[in-house]
């Protein structure tokens, strides 16, 4: 089965600065990779996401890449503001349905 | 997402007991799925179901059981409730027409005592 590593697990980072999330897959069949962000007690919310045909896709301060030759994929988030402050996943896909969760990564932003 | 829902929102149980996790959704979705996060943790996936005929285990589904009662309705049942399935659990659904994205709901948080 399709096995996703997510890396790394915290990330704290100066409000104005970029983070970057990167997950790497096992599955080449997989083909969809959303990411999600969960707020403390909150559920996940997909942020963004991106398709095996695509290399990147941008929504405003985010952004999302992916190298299937290498089968990894990263979240951008650029500008950082206290509010980008949550856990983020990522995820694998294959066509059947069955999403693959990353571990997780808490970001902290820090005024 | 108002969409799904799940009730109860909170529930405090004794080992042993039986309950059940009841989801519902409004989006016309076939797929539904039952997840559980554990505190720092991200999600496993218990069972999910693709249509009202269609039942699959998860990752994690010992000790858990589920019923599709209908397109809209997805529940979770622990037969005999442990201290370590105190967790919280979300239930999602997916439109595969509308590609692979999964709507969570709210989630119910359980504690086993």
């Known amino acids: 089965g399709e096995n996703v590593e997510q890396h790394p697990s915290t990330l704290s980072v100066q409000e104005g600065d970029s983070a970057v999330i990167k997950c790497t897959y096992s599955d080449s069949a997989s083909n969809y990779f959303p990411w999600y962000k969960q707020e403390l007690g909150k559920r996940p919310q997909l942020i963004i996401d991106i398709r095996s045909n695509v290399g990147e896709k941008k929504d405003q301060r985010i952004a999302v890449t992916l190298n299937k030759t290498a089968k990894h994929f990263s979240l951008h988030i650029t500008e950082t503001q206290p509010e980008d402050s949550a856990v983020y996943f990522c995820a694998a896909i294959q066509s059947w349905g069955k999403l693959q969760f990353g571990a997780g990564t808490q970001v902290v932003v820090t005024p | 997402d108002a969409d799904v829902t799940q009730t109860p929102r909170n529930r405090i149980t004794k080992t042993g007991k039986r309950i059940m996790l009841e989801c519902s959704q409004t989006?016309?979705?076939?797929?539904m799925y039952w997840y559980r996060q554990d505190p720092g943790l991200g999600l496993q996936l218990i069972y999910y179901s693709f249509d009202v005929k269609d039942i699959n285990k998860g990752e994690i589904s010992d000790g858990y059981s589920v019923s599709r009662q209908a397109q809209a309705k997805f529940s979770l049942s622990l037969e005999s409730a442990i201290p370590n399935q105190t967790a919280l659990y979300f239930c999602?659904?997916?439109?595969?027409?509308?590609?692979?994205?999964?709507?969570f709901g709210p989630g119910t948080r359980l504690l086993v005592l």
């Open positions: 999602a659904t997916s439109d595969p027409g509308q590609g692979a994205t999964q709507y």
């Open positions: 989006k016309g979705h076939d797929r």
